[in-house]
């Protein structure tokens, strides 16, 4: 599960943002990610997808940005097969 927050310069506090975010994966060995899917943040922010995984590599959390609030990604996390 994860959330998609921004600041209130008014209250300088950070609140929940609805909007799209993507899922990225990157191979092993690649320099770009691409995106596996789409998810959309409920009112609160919350996001929550499942995938199958085929392949190891890095996986974020990609938010392309509005016109009011600037585009992010989290750190990416590494995902091993056996």
């Not at 310069?9 to 990225?24: C, D, I, P, R, T």
């Not at 409920?42 to 600037?70: C, E, I, N």
Request: glycine share 12%; charged share 20%; proline share 2%.
């Amino acid at each position: 599960m994860g959330k998609l927050s921004r600041a209130s310069w008014e209250s300088l506090k950070y609140y929940g943002f609805a909007g799209a975010v993507l899922l990225q994966h990157r191979p092993g060995g690649a320099s770009d990610y691409r995106t596996v899917k789409t998810v959309t943040t409920d009112g609160s922010g919350l996001l929550r997808t499942k995938v199958t995984v085929s392949s190891a590599g890095t996986w974020r959390w990609y938010f392309p940005g509005t016109t009011t609030t600037a585009r992010a990604a989290s750190a990416g996390d590494f995902v091993a097969l056996k």
